[in-house]
């Protein structure tokens, strides 16, 4: 029971140690400025905000976080920051470099955090007035790792630009089909149209004609040899019929 009360004062102070760092001095216009703060002294603030802020994000105060996170958009984007760089840091071991660099807005403190899978670099912005206005996590990667992710970007890039230059020019080679396709469209109604033609069939009357005519010659021809072996002097007795011939199909 005493150690979750000590453990649960600890988180309260914590929290109240990075509201003080991000939110005070709002109102302060003639606030003291760090020209007047030894380095070693920087650091070891700069140490307490990361610890803090380490602590937070464990995982043992979710509400909490979420509550100032909420309350604060710069904690925000400092939890955000180290929690996506936990998977690649591992566990928290120590704190390997501190230094402390003086800007005339502020100073930059940064710490080199050793992790069970990589280092990283911690980078924590004060301004002029003590406000906590950046907070990053930079994994530190080996060459041989940023190597394989540039080879692996690098391949991604290209394969994503082959993919789309072979979808476009199987588009384009498409194109081709669609004045066949509407050919064929246009083409059916015309030959639907055009079906109703087979009505030259009144030829064969001609012949018919022409064969008639050769055979009232022949009846002819025929008739005057029977008048001239009968003696008589005329076709007038005889009638001529005309002699159709039959058709065989």
Known sequence: ?????????????????????????????????????????????????????????????????????????????????????????????????????????????????????????????????????????????????LMAKAFMNTILGMGTVFIVLILISLIISCFTFIPKIQAAFVKKPQQEAAKPVPAAAPAPAQALEEEETDDLELVAVIAAAIAASEGAASTDGFVVRSIRKRRTF
């Open 1 to 145: 029971m005493i150690l979750n009360m000590r453990k649960w004062l600890l988180v309260l102070g914590m929290i109240t140690c990075i509201l003080g760092v991000s939110a005070c001095g709002s109102g302060q216009e003639d606030a003291a400025e760090w020209t007047d703060v030894s380095e070693e002294d920087i650091i070891s603030y700069g140490e307490g905000v990361f610890q803090s802020l380490r602590e937070i994000c464990s995982g043992a105060y979710e509400a909490e976080k979420a509550q100032y996170a909420k309350a604060d958009p710069v904690s925000a984007a400092a939890f955000s920051s180290w929690d996506s760089a936990q998977a690649d840091i591992g566990d928290y071991v120590d704190i390997l470099e501190r230094s402390a660099e003086k800007t005339n807005d502020g100073v930059i403190v940064n710490l080199k955090v050793d992790g069970t899978s990589h280092d990283a670099n911690i980078e924590i912005i004060f301004d002029d007035e003590y406000v906590m206005t950046s907070m990053s996590t930079n994994v530190i990667y080996s060459f041989r790792e």
